[in-house]
């Protein structure tokens, strides 16, 4: 009934973001092609896709062999423009995704943030024209072509099965498919041949390579007092979808959740919140666990006094490639030949 009473408002959002889809196909909106190298990992739909393990993906696997850039719109943050990450930026300053990328890789790989990227492009090319640019969520940017696009969908909630924004969480029409050089099912669970042969038959009329990822979680690290034995935990998380995370959670643990908006800028009082929350249960055998984009936030809050009194731990994450083999060498070859 919800999307039945949200149709004229899905209708018009279509019309519109079509409208503009056409105007860029006919060339009356501009579009600049990307020179060099450049990789954009994207998606249709809003939420979390599995957009930024991709980018920490794409990067550990080529920065070995090539210069590396990372452009991203820096969303959160409080800032404007072009801004090339230095050790003084936080997520305030930067964004919350971009300042992981830039606490991962950094000084190998360079990390910018900028909400017009033909802009922030030309001042990158002149720092390093040889790198290989990764744009984070750039898909619907058109103003911009990158050389390769790989377009993410998760698994349980591919863009096949979507409505269009208000009804459902699509940004554009599934045509926009048409535009990715590789789909890829993200967040998927353990497949079997038959089960990714189906899958791919799905997307047949795209003519494009279909990939499947999951996510593989590592071990808890801490970042304030330690847990002997842990049993139970209080899960904080700031990100669009922390669905996946609670199930790995509830496969080991008792969880409890603690849950902010997407891009959440955490506050001292956020940081009380959690702890009174930790203190109405707590036990020896019970952790406060968190995502690694969300620590970047939430570690300059914590006082001396809280990491020796409160159990944080963050929970690293990373994507594991089906035929891994194939994707990287697709990759590679690309980077390779540009």
Partial sequence: MRKIGLLPFTILYWLITSTRNILFDVGILKSTIIPGKSISVGNLSVGGTGKTPMVIYLTSLLQKEYSIQILSRGYGRKTKGYRHL?????????????????????????????????????????????????????????????????????????????????????????????????????KCPNLTDDEMTFHRKRYADYEKPVFFSRIEYASFQAIGTTVEQMKSVLLVTGISSSISLKNHLLESYEVKELKFGDHHSFTLGDIQEIHRKFDTFASKEMAIITTEKDLVKIQGLLSEHDRQTYPWYVLPITVKMENEEAFNSMIKDYVRSN
């Fill in 86 to 186: 230095n050790s003084t930026d936080d997520a305030s300053t930067v964004g919350d995704e971009p300042l992981s990328y830039f606490q991962k890789f950094a000084p190998e790989t360079d990390v910018f943030v900028c909400e017009k990227r033909q802009q922030a492009i030309v001042q990158m090319k002149e720092i390093n024209a040889a790198a290989t640019i990764i744009l984070d969520d750039a898909f619907q940017h058109r103003y911009v072509v990158p050389g390769l696009q790989l377009l993410l969908t998760p698994f349980h909630e591919q863009f096949l099965s979507d409505w269009h924004l208000p009804s459902g969480n699509l940004r554009e029409s599934k045509q926009g498919a048409h535009r990715a050089d590789a789909i890829i099912l993200t």
